[in-house]
């Protein structure tokens, strides 16, 4: 199997000004979207640069590499170039610039005027979230003198959250959260999908009854793999340390050492009952296996292709109006719960 690598080049161009320092107050700009006027080269073989009459294609980003049809048999993986040049305007002196890309399939490498600066799954390639131009004064922090020398500022929402094995409260209410699995990757142009989309998903999971949206990382480890235990006990921490407060739980698949154990329906076994549970694909793979405990002793003559709530486009009216059936269940033995 080939791989995909993703190489960028950064020209910056200084635009005829040097950058030296000058008194007065330092100035806070906004980070700018650096989306635009890119260049992409698609590239036939392996090469490690793009040939010298390679044909450049204008883009914006989020972009893919490579347009799939609807229905994939055989997903393209290769290499692709993007380059970007642009100037440093006055506003830029005196910062400490970085260049932000959310993200970008599968493995990058980027140069910024020649120099190589960091080496970096597989749906579609390409660069496919935003990219953004981060100028910051050289101290990041309100300095000794009280001058203000940065600002980030983000909305937060701040809530009681208890969770037990008993069951969640939010604010001191009850609350039952009811989810569903999304995977980000869209037809023909996979995960390349605009600011715009990724709300319209939300919008929909939100009106269709849905609290909770699990955002699965394939790449990471597949749901159920056993994981080493430094693995697991980085991740516990990390969790810990981004958001030092009360009512910040961790949950995983394992027992030791997430607060919230995670569990597929048609798994459980009241492993560990003195933990809050997270249940999983209710609604899905345990109607294949036919112990879900609700209606299946009447989908006797039922196959397991026909059952099965994981149905394609063309699987025909009956297998279709079951997943249906399989999902509505579901969502009414939920609220039961």
Same mark, same amino acid.
């Given at each position: 199997?080939?791989?995909?690598?993703?190489?960028?080049?950064?020209?910056?161009?200084?635009?005829?000004?040097?950058?030296?320092?000058?008194?007065?107050?330092?100035?806070?700009?906004?980070?700018?979207?650096?989306?635009?006027?890119?260049?992409?080269?698609?590239?036939?073989?392996?090469?490690?640069?793009?040939?010298?009459?390679?044909?450049?294609?204008?883009?914006?980003?989020?972009?893919?590499?490579?347009?799939?049809?609807?229905?994939?048999?055989?997903?393209?993986?290769?290499?692709?170039? %993007?380059?970007?040049?642009?100037?440093?305007?006055?506003?830029?002196?005196?910062? $400490?610039?970085?260049?932000?890309?959310?993200?970008?399939?599968?493995?990058?490498?980027?140069?910024?005027?020649?120099?190589?600066?960091?080496?970096?799954? =597989?749906?579609?390639?390409?660069? %496919?979230?935003?990219?953004?131009?981060?100028? *910051?004064?050289?101290?990041?922090?309100? =300095?000794? =003198?009280?001058?203000?020398?940065?600002?980030?500022?983000?909305?937060?929402?701040?809530?009681?959250?208890?969770?037990?094995? $008993?069951?969640?409260?939010?604010?001191? $209410?009850?609350?039952?959260?009811?989810?569903?699995?999304?995977?980000?990757?869209?037809?023909?142009?996979?995960?390349?999908?605009?600011?715009?989309?990724?709300?319209?998903?939300? !919008?929909?999971? *939100?009106?269709?009854?849905?609290?909770?949206?699990?955002?699965?990382?394939?790449?990471?480890?597949? =749901?159920?793999?056993?994981?080493?235990?430094?693995?697991?006990?980085?991740?516990?921490?990390?969790?810990?340390?981004?958001?030092? !407060?009360?009512?910040? %739980?961790?949950?995983?698949?394992?027992?030791?050492?997430?607060?919230?154990?995670? $569990?597929?329906?048609?798994?459980?076994?009241?492993?560990?009952?003195?933990?809050?549970?997270?249940?999983?694909?209710?609604?899905?793979?345990?109607? !294949?296996?036919?112990?879900?405990?609700?209606?299946?002793?009447?989908?006797?003559?039922?196959?397991? !292709?026909?059952?099965?709530?994981?149905?394609?486009?063309?699987?025909?009216?009956?297998?279709?109006?079951?997943?249906?059936?399989?999902?509505?269940?579901?969502?009414?033995?939920?609220?039961?719960?």
């Amino acid at each position: 199997m080939k791989h995909r690598k993703l190489v960028l080049f950064v020209a910056i161009l200084l635009s005829g000004f040097s950058f030296s320092c000058r008194p007065g107050e330092p100035t806070v700009l906004e980070p700018e979207n650096f989306n635009f006027d890119w260049l992409f080269y698609r590239a036939e073989g392996t090469p490690e640069l793009p040939p010298a009459d390679a044909q450049w294609e204008a883009v914006d980003l989020p972009h893919t590499a490579h347009i799939e049809p609807l229905v994939i048999l055989k997903q393209w993986q290769g290499i692709s170039f %993007y380059k970007k040049n642009f100037e440093l305007e006055e506003k830029h002196r005196d910062k $400490e610039l970085f260049i932000k890309f959310e993200a970008a399939m599968k493995v990058a490498e980027v140069w910024v005027n020649g120099l190589k600066m960091f080496f970096n799954f =597989n749906f579609f390639g390409g660069i %496919y979230r935003n990219t953004y131009m981060i100028a *910051k004064n050289r101290v990041h922090i309100t =300095n000794a =003198n009280g001058r203000l020398s940065d600002v980030y500022s983000t909305r937060v929402g701040l809530r009681e959250i208890r969770i037990t094995n $008993e069951g969640m409260w939010l604010n001191g $209410e009850p609350i039952v959260l009811r989810g569903v699995n999304r995977h980000q990757e869209y037809p023909y142009v996979g995960y390349a999908m605009s600011d715009a989309a990724q709300f319209r998903d939300a !919008y929909k999971i *939100k009106h269709a009854g849905f609290d909770l949206a699990s955002i699965l990382a394939w790449e990471l480890s597949l =749901n159920e793999t056993d994981m080493p235990q430094w693995f697991t006990e980085a991740a516990h921490a990390i969790g810990l340390e981004e958001f030092p !407060y009360p009512g910040n %739980y961790t949950a995983g698949w394992v027992r030791h050492p997430y607060d919230i154990y995670i $569990e597929a329906r048609q798994h459980r076994h009241n492993l560990y009952p003195e933990l809050p549970l997270l249940v999983s694909e209710y609604g899905d793979w345990e109607y !294949y296996a036919q112990n879900a405990g609700l209606n299946q002793h009447e989908w006797g003559n039922l196959l397991p !292709y026909e059952r099965n709530s994981r149905q394609a486009r063309d699987a025909g009216e009956k297998r279709l109006l079951q997943k249906a059936f399989n999902v509505q269940e579901a969502i009414y033995a939920m609220k039961l719960e």
